[in-house]
């Protein structure tokens, strides 16, 4: 019953920035274990951030420091701060949530039952 809505894809330059946001409906974004994953043409769906139900952060490498994970309560929704993007970012960005608990260190796609529908996010040079 929980859904997920992702919405702010676009595309930019290297070097832009973007914001992801992800509207949580029948569930209750403070309880869950929520993540980010980017999937592109032929390849697996990576883990590219996580936050646990009391916020806990983790990161892929290659995004640390460029990107953001967070989350509104209030707004029961998920945001995805992305910086100094690169072409490599480029993907379909999916919302994945969880009642939890997660099993932590490798963002996996596995550990979430809950998926958006993907927002696409292209970075031109």
């Known amino acids: 019953q929980v859904h997920l809505v992702e919405s702010g894809g676009a595309s930019v330059q290297a070097g832009g920035s973007l914001r992801l946001s992800c509207v949580v409906s029948g569930g209750t974004i403070s309880t869950l274990y929520m993540a980010w994953f980017r999937q592109t043409p032929g390849k697996e769906r990576d883990g590219i951030a996580a936050i646990d139900a009391d916020g806990t952060l983790n990161y892929l490498d290659l995004v640390k420091g460029r990107f953001t994970i967070s989350k509104d309560n209030a707004k029961n929704t998920l945001y995805l701060e992305m910086t100094s993007l690169k072409p490599w970012d480029t993907g379909t960005y999916y919302c994945?949530?969880?009642?939890?608990?997660?099993?932590?260190?490798?963002?996996?796609?596995?550990?979430?039952?809950?998926w958006g529908q993907g927002t696409q996010v292209t970075v031109s040079t």
């Open positions: 994945a949530a969880d009642h939890g608990p997660i099993l932590w260190g490798t963002i996996a796609p596995d550990e979430y039952n809950n």
